[in-house]
């Protein structure tokens, strides 16, 4: 059994800054790409940022030069540090992973972020 676990989320104000952590925990071979998606409500989910097995990343245009995504491979974990926050930025943030020789990836329970104004 693969397990997620998302950890800080919270409330914070605009220009604010957070970092989300995303462990992953079980029976892993490989974790290959980790992903970070978020889902405000009333909207779909989208993809904030993604990192490759080899600490390559990519960013959404709306993030992109203001959050950062590592990743820890020792520890299984991704994470994503979010600075100058917008309240835009609100919404439940996922983690996602890809682990090697399994069909599906893996998702996180979530955490909320708010950004007020």
């Known amino acids: 059994q693969v397990q997620l676990v998302e950890s800080g989320g919270g409330l914070v104000q605009a220009g604010g800054s957070l970092r989300l952590s995303c462990a992953v925990s079980g029976s892993i071979s490989r974790i290959n790409n980790m992903r970070w998606y978020r889902q405000a409500p009333g909207k779909q989910r989208e993809l904030v940022a993604t990192?490759?097995?080899?600490?390559?990343?990519n960013y959404a245009d709306s993030v992109k030069g203001r959050f950062t995504i590592s990743r820890d491979n020792a520890k299984n974990t991704v994470y994503l540090k979010m600075n100058s926050l917008k309240p835009e930025d609100t919404a439940v943030y996922y983690c996602?992973?890809?682990?090697?020789?399994?069909?599906?990836?893996?998702w996180g329970q979530g955490t909320q972020v708010t950004v007020s104004s």
């Open positions: 990192i490759t097995s080899g600490g390559t990343p």
């Open positions: 996602n992973a890809e682990i090697l020789f399994r069909a599906s990836s893996y």
